[in-house]
């Protein structure tokens, strides 16, 4: 009797294990259309994958039904010109580009794996309290930013670095608004610098003045056989022609006239000797050759004659340790070749945020043309900006040559109150190239500021 019961429940212990497709057959020979669900039948056993594909699709993606995860509008809601998007969009999607070397996917398999990872750490992040907030919801905006790069990134590839060639052997791009560098090279290594020396010259000047409360306007000076004589680059400054300082900082900038920084350097120097030693100074006329002559600048416990332009110098290295330089010093007022007379992109960058808060640099380093007049007879001084960048948004700051230094340049550019950049190039291959390179690295730094615009 035991064996007939068992013998019963064989059929339905069977029809239990039956897999889902043999017991659609059995059903299948039941009805009348046997042929037609046969033929389906085999289409969709084409379609199964086999069991060696099922190893290789991890286990919680079996369980996704593709048609159900996809969202269901009804076609009644959508026009023809969103439908025809929509089909264009999906296949460009799944038909991947025949002759493409790389094939991505809509969401790489990183994000996949991470996601939940993401979802945990905020929530983590949503249940700390007081200035744990303020720093979990930083990591939160700082996560969603890197998210939001790599989703661009996946739909259109990385973006290649673009790089600037340039000849120059050292460079700077300063972004002066968000106090940072935006791009070098070696922009700390000492070189020579030529005539952005004058720089310097300039900024000794007008901290000077503005010490022992001169005005530039007041200050005249008789020119020098010393100044006269100088070679290089010049302002053309006649021997025993009067001029006022300020009319000596554009003959000094504009042509970078290295006479006009002599007589500039002998002229502060006396000042400064005078001042610190408390003599009195008559400033409406410096005659610097008739007061070595009387002895003024003779020492008598040093028994020895005190040079102004070594005191002027001395003061240019004081204020630059003063203001941070640590790449530079200065040998001489001008920029004339000398190995001791360095400094670097960096830390010209630095001088030139120092000058740029006086009023009467923008005026002198914008200006395109200056004319003055001596003041003791009637020959007028007619001088010409040689930075070639003026007409193209640049408003100075300085150009410089020498065999040894190279064709060097700095600018600063300002178009509204997001673009401001100050630029050092130097030792370039030619003079022409100061002036393109720099605006190169302009364009540069503009392309890589909307770029991070567009991605935060």
Not at 161 to 185: G, M, P
Not at 322 to 345: I, K, P, R, W
Not at 432 to 446: C, G, N, P, V, Y
Request: glycine share 2%; proline share 2%; charged share 20%.
């Amino acid at each position: 009797m035991q064996l007939l019961k068992s013998y019963q429940k064989t059929p339905q212990i069977l029809t239990e294990f039956h897999s889902p497709i043999i017991v659609n057959s059995i059903k299948l020979r039941k009805d009348s259309n046997y042929s037609l669900q046969q033929s389906q039948q085999l289409t969709d056993k084409e379609t199964k994958p086999s069991k060696i594909e099922q190893e290789l699709i991890p286990s919680k993606f079996k369980q996704i039904n593709l048609q159900s995860s996809l969202p269901q509008i009804p076609l009644s809601t959508m026009n023809t010109q969103t439908k025809l998007n929509d089909l264009t969009r999906t296949s460009k999607l799944v038909q991947s580009p025949k002759n493409s070397d790389t094939k991505r996917s809509l969401v790489r398999s990183q994000f996949k794996t991470n996601s939940n990872n993401h979802k945990n750490n905020l929530t983590n992040n949503s249940t700390t309290t007081g200035s744990s907030k303020d720093s979990s919801q930083n990591q939160i905006n700082q996560q969603y930013q890197i998210y939001a790069k790599n989703i661009i990134y996946s739909y259109c590839g990385k973006p290649r670095k673009r790089r600037v060639n340039v000849s120059a052997k050292s460079f700077i791009v300063y972004d002066c608004i968000e106090n940072r560098i935006v791009s070098q090279r070696k922009c700390n290594k000492r070189m020579e610098i030529a005539s952005l020396t004058k720089i310097m010259t300039f900024y000794i000047t007008m901290v000077i003045l503005a010490k022992f409360n001169l005005n530039s306007k007041e200050i005249r000076v008789k020119v020098t056989k010393k100044a006269s004589e100088t070679i290089g680059t010049t302002s053309e400054l006649k021997y025993n022609d009067i001029l006022t300082i300020q009319d000596l900082l554009y003959g000094l900038m504009l042509p970078s006239g290295n006479d006009a920084a002599i007589l500039i350097a002998q002229t502060i120097g006396t000042i400064i000797l005078f001042y610190e030693s408390n003599k009195y100074l008559d400033s409406t006329l410096i005659d610097i050759e008739q007061m070595s002559a009387e002895g003024h600048y003779y020492n008598v416990e040093l028994k020895t004659q005190l040079c102004p332009i070594e005191i002027f110098i001395s003061k240019m290295n004081y204020y630059s340790n003063l203001m941070g330089q640590q790449n530079t010093q200065f040998a001489c007022v001008h920029g004339l070749a000398n190995e001791d007379n360095y400094s670097s992109c960096h830390d010209i960058v630095l001088l030139s945020l120092e000058c740029l808060k006086y009023d009467i640099f923008h005026q002198v380093i914008s200006c395109k043309e200056y004319i003055s007049k001596s003041l003791n007879n009637n020959k007028y001084y007619e001088w010409k900006n040689t930075n070639k960048l003026l007409e193209k948004g640049f408003f100075g700051i300085k150009t410089g040559i020498t065999d040894s230094a190279g064709p060097c340049l700095a600018s600063a550019y300002r178009s509204n109150e997001k673009e401001y950049y100050i630029i050092v190039v130097l030792s370039c291959k030619n003079l022409q190239l100061r002036f393109d390179e720099t605006i190169s690295l302009l364009q540069h730094a503009k392309y890589k500021k909307s770029l991070n615009s567009i991605i935060q």
